[in-house]
């Protein structure tokens, strides 16, 4: 499919729509209601780390980021990570993160001490799998800790208050570093799924924009 087929002429702005682990672009179906104004777009990415994230996004967004006035993201969870580590000081108008990976040191070694793996064997081995069906790599852990993220494109974040990938005080303290706006779902998850979860991203995306 070209450009001219997926990107209307006569439209200023574009929403694009990234997901989690798991999920898919046909998801940014669920926004287009909200964003009459605008077409929105999912981006079917392939990469799978952060780095790979770095070599693809960017190839991805630059000729949105010309085309269009305006280019808001929404993104979820390690595909918000992917986008803030690959798209920082890009001409992105607004960001809404849902459940974003912020810290991925930290996800990785709270892995690590789950599964019982050392730093040390983790170094020795490059590779260990774990019972949860998750694969350690300590290239993954080194990359990380050489590149922290460092966003400040005006964002707004939604976290789910039992979210067990990231703790409040972590993504409370990214959101005071990044300035973010962070808002949180009384019982909310990681991943916002339910009826009653998904009207809550409808409502607070539009107070957000209000706000704005």
């Known amino acids: 499919m070209n450009d001219k087929q997926i990107l209307p002429d006569h439209l200023n ?16 179906k669920h926004y287009k209601r909200l964003f009459k104004d605008c077409d929105v777009i999912g981006f079917d990415y392939k990469a799978q ?12 967004f630059e000729p949105l980021c010309i085309k269009f006035k305006s280019v808001i993201l929404i993104a979820n969870s390690i595909g918000a990570y992917f986008a803030m580590h690959a798209l920082a000081g890009r001409k992105i108008a607004r960001a809404f993160l849902i459940s974003p990976i912020v810290d991925m040191e930290k996800l990785i070694l709270n892995m690590m001490a789950q599964a019982g793996v050392t730093e040390d064997e983790l170094q020795e081995e490059k590779e260990i799998s774990t019972a949860s069906g998750a694969t350690l790599s300590w290239k993954y852990l080194r990359y990380v800790r050489a590149h922290p993220l460092d966003w400040h494109i005006s964002t707004e974040i939604l976290y789910g208050e ?8 972590t993504v409370s303290d990214f959101a005071d570093r990044s ?3 962070l808002t949180v779902m009384k019982d909310g998850e990681h991943w916002f799924h339910t009826e009653e979860q998904l009207a809550f991203i409808d409502t607070w995306i539009r107070k957000c924009f209000v706000k704005k």
């Open 179 to 181: 300035g973010a706006g």
């Open 13 to 28: 702005n574009l929403v694009v729509y990234i997901h989690g682990q798991g999920g898919n672009a046909e998801e940014a």
């Open 162 to 169: 039992k979210d067990i990938m990231t703790s409040f005080e």
């Open 49 to 60: 780390t952060p780095w790979e994230a770095k070599e693809e996004f960017p190839l991805f």
